[in-house]
Nanobody
């Protein structure tokens, strides 16, 4: 099994920065791509940023130029550097990973709350 544990969330003022981390453990050889999703109250979950096992990245238009996703395969850790935060970035942020065998987002963390005050 694969376990994903997020950390680094918190309360920040608009314009500030936060860095989220996601530590992977267990049968991590089963992991391929990784990503950050978020869900705000009353809204559907949305993809924020994704990174392939080879380091190719993709971002939602709403965070391009402000957020940076990266992964350290030696440390089995995924990161999300968030700069120029806006109140609309307030959400629960989830780390996710695909299973190599299926290509599906089968692994999820418990979430980290990010709150941006205006």
């Amino acid at each position: 099994q694969v376990q994903l544990v997020e950390s680094g969330g918190g309360l920040v003022q608009a314009g500030g920065s936060l860095r989220l981390s996601c530590a992977a453990s267990g049968t991590i050889f089963r992991i391929d791509a990784m990503a950050w999703y978020r869900q705000a109250p009353g809204k559907e979950r949305e993809s924020v940023a994704a990174i392939s096992s080879g380091g190719k990245t993709a971002y939602a238009d709403s965070v391009k130029g402000r957020f940076t996703i990266s992964r350290d395969n030696a440390k089995n850790t995924l990161y999300l550097q968030m700069n120029s935060l806006k109140p609309e970035d307030t959400a629960m942020y989830y780390c996710a990973a695909t299973r190599i065998a299926t290509g599906l987002w089968d692994y999820w963390g418990q979430g980290a709350q990010v709150t941006v005050s205006s």
